[in-house]
């Protein structure tokens, strides 16, 4: 049976009209808002997230990055370039061999071209956690760009990755000199018709990066280096884990922080970018296996999981430290208490390498990457729009009331807890570092959300404060309605004192927690 051409044409009857405005006013508000949603969160141009394991160019056992040519994860960071002993101007692989010297004696140029025939891209790191960093004791700039050139050059990458840690990350003088020859030589290559990504890669706590780290990012925005990305280092957390936090936990945490910590940097910069842009210039490097801290493990687990958080937040990058460690220790390592540059001191099993499962899914490459250049977002018009309270899961913020450790408010359609009790502190203040701001972000106020129901204490639970009654240990009270505890005995000492001296203070608010556990107690 043959098809009609005619379009069958029905007519809109008052009772479906009536319907379709029912629909838009049941849903149109939370539709509306996906849309707006979708508009922050997703990634303007092109999104071609990559992984490359890092390979230790000078460790031994000499390990054959060019057979990554015919496996599935092709791509790889070769490290470090940093400064030949004694000539601060040459540029030189882990300060053991010139470039000459590597062609020669690792067979090094050969072996990069072996593994570009079969499809692999390479990006080349400077720096690096034991050697000097060319910037840092190459102080004449014409030389310290010469020295990036010729390694761009001989090697033919179009992305450098620059690892500073330690003593470099405080080395002021280096890091301008650095950010201000790294924008010369991008410029000049772009006005040439050439292409070259810059990538920092920051060592990072679960609170995101220090202060030298952020330091680092804004030194080089503001002498003009358009960065490819951050790239944190979600390993050897040391003290900065908390308990019950494992690698996992950490690197996801450090994440989120890191992305907080862009968001304002790039704006301080001059320059807007929504969520889904800043997660995109996000680059993921855990040190598989046994960490530096033989207690910090970073698991096949953990690999995959971390990939699939990278995955659905859209990060650019995904790496490892490092490709010459991704297999099971011999039986001749007797000791997995000291760390091995050749293998990642767990049992892999056939569970598959680490390289599989971090890099699942990543399906761009190093050279695909290479030709973004940032351009700014358009600000969504919804995130000035006032917070409902009729559509917010929790109260919304407001500057004179006090909020006990945990508890959760809504502000500029985002979700915040307090990490200790605050009263007046704007919960999105842009501050770059976590213990500047007494609130944690959590997540965006999601579509459809409802006010949830707040605990709170009955009324005539504890009696008000008193400056003539004797407190002992335990005892609580009411003041200016938050409830407090006595940490000692006093008397006439008022609670006022808590929030601004907290340790001198015989008294300690409650926490939200505190209170959930009373109303559930007595409810």
């Keep these: ?48 997230p990559w992984f490359a394991a890092y390979v230790d160019v000078t460790a031994t056992p000499l390990y054959q990055f060019e057979n990554l040519g015919s496996t599935a994860h092709k791509d790889a960071v070769l490290s470090f370039i940093v400064s030949m002993p004694g000539k601060p101007c040459t540029p030189s692989w882990g300060g053991a061999y010139t470039l000459n010297q590597a062609s020669s004696s690792l067979d090094l140029d050969r072996r990069i071209a072996r593994l570009q025939e079969q499809g692999g891209s390479i990006a080349v790191s400077f720096g690096g956690k034991l050697n000097q960093e060319l910037a840092d004791k190459c102080t004449n700039q014409q030389a310290l760009y010469s020295a990036y050139q010729s390694v761009i050059e001989r090697y033919k990458v179009d992305t450098i990755d620059l690892d500073l840690e330690g003593s470099t990350l405080d080395n002021y003088s280096a890091m301008v000199r650095r950010a201000e020859v790294i924008a010369k030589l991008q410029s000049s290559r772009r006005s040439s018709g050439q292409k070259l990504a810059v990538w920092l890669t920051l060592p990072v706590t679960t609170q995101g990066l220090s202060l030298a780290g952020t330091n680092a990012v804004a030194t080089m925005l503001s002498h003009g280096v358009d960065l490819a990305g951050v790239n944190i280092m979600v390993m050897d957390f040391g003290q900065s884990l908390a308990p019950g936090q494992n690698m996992l936990n950490g690197s996801e945490s450090a994440a989120i922080q890191t992305v ?40 096949l687990a953990d690999a995959k999981s971390l990939n699939a958080f990278a995955l659905s937040n859209h990060v650019g990058r995904m790496s490892m430290w490092s490709a010459n460690r991704d297999l099971t220790c011999g039986s001749n390592y007797v000791t997995l208490s000291i760390v091995s540059d050749s293998c990642s001191g767990i049992n892999e099993g056939a569970a598959g390498t680490f390289a599989d499962l971090l890099g699942n899914g990543f399906k761009g490459s190093i050279e695909l990457s290479a030709g973004l ?40 359609h985002n979700v915040y807890e307090a990490k200790w009790w605050t009263q007046g502190d704007v919960p999105d203040d842009p501050v770059l570092q976590t213990w500047q701001t007494p609130w944690e972000l959590i997540g965006p ?3 459809g959300e409802k006010p949830v129901p707040q605990a709170t204490l009955p009324a005539g639970t504890y009696p008000n404060w008193s400056g003539t009654t004797i407190y002992n240990t335990g005892d609580r009270v009411l003041f200016n309605g938050v409830p407090y505890q006595a940490k000692w005995w006093n008397e006439g000492q008022s609670p006022a004192a808590a929030s601004s001296d907290p340790g001198g203070s015989p008294w300690a608010p409650l926490t939200q927690a505190q209170i959930n556990a009373i109303e559930n107690k007595t409810s």
């Design 445 to 447: 106020v999601l579509p």
């Design 260 to 299: 907080r910590q862009l968001g304002i940097l790039y704006k301080q910069a001059g320059i807007y970018l929504n969520n889904g842009t800043l997660w995109s210039k996000l680059g993921l490097t855990p040190m598989i296996g046994v960490n530096d801290d033989s207690n910090e493990i970073f698991s």
């Design 373 to 412: 250049i940032t351009k700014a977002d358009i600000e969504a018009s919804y995130l000035n729009t006032p917070d409902n309270p009729a559509t917010s899961p929790y109260p919304i913020w407001s500057p004179n009331s006090a909020y006990l450790e945990g508890t959760k408010v809504v502000w500029h």
């Design 1 to 48: 049976m043959e098809k009609s051409n005619q379009t069958t044409r029905r007519k809109l009857s008052l009772p479906r009209l009536l319907f379709a405005v029912l629909v838009f006013i049941t849903f149109g508000g939370g539709v509306a808002y996906g849309i707006r949603k979708w508009n922050e969160d997703r990634i303007i141009g092109p999104h071609n």
